[in-house]
């Protein structure tokens, strides 16, 4: 368990250390800024601060690793310290005046409406491979299977615990795969006819590597659930008995998931968060609009992780942190969605609705 949580509280640290980078230099700490201060002294000394304090709340945590309270607190800790940062440069942005002077404006291209980025369906292949073989190798198994199964815990198993024999029980991974591999489906179609997000000053090199990004984001997430896939397809293995639950397999169902995170991280080393890092055509290196992106901060909370707008009637916005997109709270459509989400996990939570894994450590 020790070295579980030690796993967990690295895992966390990297990525919330790492967090300022995934974001464009004119959204530091989720933070509007123009191009020409994405250096300010500021704004470098708070990714410094930030950094180190994330790097101390991590040891403090790793020292207390035995005790669970510690680990699941380490996450609100460090939002709450990105959230600090983000306040100074908010403050910083305000006293200075970094906008004043400048020409706001926003960028549209509807290209992306009547050409949109399309699913790289043969990128999908994967993940529906590795479900259909699960599902058939299930299948062939069933009949055989014991009256009882260890309890699935979604990533491995658990053999202490015992449930069981039914369809639902010994289908679990199949059904989960299912899930991952629709739902990815699904968020493919929205997020792809989403409304880019385009820099006002650099209209037509912006438009260009948004395209490309888009691209990479469905073939990153269509290999995401491929991974995910086969992770499951390794818990089902010592589910159905084909192999001894052990510390080694239970490594090994985690592996496609730590290949995943590296190939993340090494495409966002050169795409960057709506492809600001990649390289610029001839003739776009000089582009310039005379204008800046327009300052929306007041539309976005939580730094820069909540977008509230009544008068944008887009419902899905690219995320100011990272590679996410989000709903506009203030749109009619997103309410609705957030309030049938929430109904569902509260029918869950008092036992209304029994959904399938409630008795599984999932």
């Known amino acids: 368990m020790i ?39 500021v704004i470098i000394a708070e990714r410094r601060v930030y950094a180190r304090l994330v790097v101390a709340a ?56 009547t050409d949109p980025v399309r699913i790289p369906w043969r990128w999908a292949l994967p993940a529906l491979a590795v479900l259909l ?24 198993v658990d053999p202490a615990r015992r449930v069981a024999t039914t369809m639902p029980s010994a289908f679990q991974p199949v059904f989960l795969q299912a899930a991952i591999t629709v739902l990815t489906l699904a ?9 880019p997000d385009l820099d006002a000053a650099r209209p037509r090199g912006s438009a260009r590597r948004y395209r490309t990004y888009l691209r990479g984001i469905a073939v990153l997430s269509l290999l995401a659930a491929a991974c995910l896939n086969l992770g499951l397809l390794i818990s089902a293995l010592q589910l159905w008995g084909v192999v001894e639950p052990s510390g080694g397999w239970r ?33 776009e290196e000089r ?5 800046i992106q327009r300052d929306d901060d007041r539309h976005w909370f939580l730094a ?36 049938l989400l929430v109904g569902l996990i509260l029918l869950a939570l008092t036992g209304v609705v029994d959904l399938p894994m409630r008795e599984s450590a999932f």
């Open 3 to 41: 070295a579980m949580n030690l796993a967990t509280v690295t895992l966390i640290t990297i990525v919330m250390a790492a967090l300022p980078a995934l974001s464009r230099p004119t959204l530091p700490f989720g933070v509007r800024v123009p191009a020409e201060r994405a250096s300010d002294p």
């Open 58 to 113: 991590g040891v403090v945590a790793a020292a207390l690793s035995f005790e669970v309270l510690a680990v699941v607190a380490l996450v609100p800790v460090d939002l709450l310290l990105f959230y600090r940062a983000h306040r100074r440069v908010s403050r910083a942005k305000q006293d200075g005046r970094w906008q004043a002077g400048h020409r706001q404006g926003v960028t549209v291209d509807t290209s992306f409406r």
């Open 133 to 156: 073989s699960t599902a058939a190798l299930g299948w062939s198994r069933y009949g055989g299977l014991p009256a009882t199964l260890p309890a699935f815990g979604g990533y491995g």
């Open 187 to 195: 968020l493919m179609l929205v997020i792809l006819r989403a409304r």
């Open 251 to 283: 490594v090994a169902t985690y592996l496609p998931l730590a290949a995943l995170v590296v190939g993340a991280l090494a495409w966002e080393r050169r795409v960057g968060s709506a492809g600001h890092r990649l390289p610029a055509l001839p003739g």
């Open 287 to 291: 582009e310039d609009s005379g204008v």
């Open 304 to 339: 820069g992780m909540v977008y509230v707008n009544r008068r944008d009637p887009a419902l899905l916005v690219h995320a100011r942190i990272g590679h996410t997109w989000t709903l506009n709270l203030g749109h009619p459509v997103a309410l609705v969605i957030v309030a």
